[in-house]
Nanobody, 117 residues
Framework: QVQLVESGGGLVQPGGSLRLSCACS????????MSWYRQAPGKERELVAQ????????TYAESVKGRFTISRDNAQKTVYLQMNSLKPEDTAVYYC??????????WGQGTQVTVTT
């Protein structure tokens, strides 16, 4: 069974930075697209950033462009989300998603990010 484990969340002040990691085990990582989603209280889950299997293509939500960077290390089977210039509206549970070439989707358990003074 594919397992995705996120880490790196926490409490940070506005303007601060965090780096999220998502490590995959028992998965065919190098051929899978990886994404970060987030869900704030009372809101639907939204796509934050996506990266292609070889890392050559990335997409971002308009709200995080220029502040967040998604990257991956296929040798380590890990995807990252570098979050800079954090704002209170970035507060959410962040989820890692793996999408296989067969369009099967897997989710991590989520990691909480709280941006507050």
């Amino acid at each position: 069974q594919v397992q995705l484990v996120e880490s790196g969340g926490g409490l940070v002040q506005p303007g601060g930075s965090l780096r999220l990691s998502c490590a995959c085990s028992r998965c065919i990582f190098s051929t899978s697209a990886m994404s970060w989603y987030r869900q704030a209280p009372g809101k639907e889950r939204e796509l934050v950033a996506q990266i292609s299997s070889n890392g050559g293509s990335t997409t971002y939500a308009e709200s995080v462009k220029g502040r967040f960077t998604i990257s991956r290390d296929n040798a380590q089977k890990t995807v990252y989300l570098q979050m800079n210039s954090l704002k209170p509206e970035d507060t959410a549970v962040y989820y890692c998603n793996l999408m296989t070439v067969w369009r099967t989707s897997f989710w991590g358990q989520g990691t909480q990010v709280t941006v507050t003074t």
